[in-house]
């Protein structure tokens, strides 16, 4: 990572990377390579729970839109055979 080998701190990648809402789906060998280039495991941990949380947040969003009379339905005014 560029950001390390800049010399950024741990907190301030974490910092860039909530910013920026960057979702990483590492592979085994992706969290082998950040390891070797000198990246930390609190950064590289903090990189692998970005993408369980979006996850997390699309799963929120979809039983709230699940449960939404309006936004399934439309918005009626008055009878609902009489749309203005």
Known sequence: ???VKAGMTEEEIIRRIDATRTVFRLSSDDVINLRKEGVSDRVVNYMLDTYTRYIAAEQRRQDY??????YRFGFYYGHPWHRW
Do not use: A, C, F, I
């Open 1 to 3: 990572m560029s950001m």
């Open 65 to 70: 839109y699940d449960d939404d009379w309006h």
